[in-house]
């Protein structure tokens, strides 16, 4: 990973890092930690760029996201995909990781596997993305059966929707189809 990180800056002229990982936030306190914790446990950490999109927390989330080490930046409450779209125009890597505030990769290989994947896929495909399962406790996210609809394609192979907690872009090919939707 590392070598291939190299050859992009250095060729494509991006950034240090081989993904930025655009996460919105609206006082995501309680959670925000778990999910930045976890994004330090990759084995790939050191080639990612945090970016902490706050659209508008009155909690302490914006603090807790710069303890971190996160890149914070300012939305103007618009909502997630305004937030999600702030962060990926202003991302410095050629490949976009999107979580929510609330998602906790499952592993520490959860990002060097959507990369994977997309390294190796033809030019033509967008992205990657993989199922979010609530995790079991008594907030109001585990009781909802929609976290991932399923099924997430049409019967025709076409998305029904653009998942954002837990998938990976390509960053100039999401730009040019006007990121996400609001």
């Known amino acids: 990973m590392t070598q291939y990180r190299t050859v992009c800056a250095t060729e494509h002229g991006w950034g240090d890092a081989l993904a930025s990982i655009v996460i919105p936030c609206l006082n995501a306190g309680s959670t925000l930690p778990a999910t930045l914790s976890a994004i330090k446990a990759q084995s790939i950490a050191e080639d990612l760029e945090v970016i902490v999109v706050d659209d508008g927390s009155v909690d302490d989330s914006v603090a807790i996201a710069g303890s971190a080490g996160a890149r914070v930046l300012f939305s103007e409450a618009h909502g997630s995909a305004a937030a999600r779209n702030h962060g990926i125009r202003r991302s410095t890597a050629r490949f976009i990781l999107s979580l929510d505030a609330d998602c906790v990769p499952c592993d520490n ?7 994977r994947v997309l390294e190796v896929s033809s030019a033509h495909v967008l992205g990657t993305a993989g199922p979010t399962v609530p995790a079991p406790s008594a907030d109001r996210w585990s ?3 929609d ?3 399923h099924p997430a394609w049409s019967e025709d192979g ?3 929707y653009g998942v954002a907690g837990n998938a990976c872009y390509r960053r100039v090919a999401l730009l040019e189809v006007g990121g996400f939707p609001p």
């Open 109 to 115: 290989e959860w990002a060097e596997r959507h990369l």
């Open 143 to 145: 009781q909802r059966q």
């Open 147 to 149: 976290i991932t609809p």
């Open 158 to 160: 076409e998305p029904l």
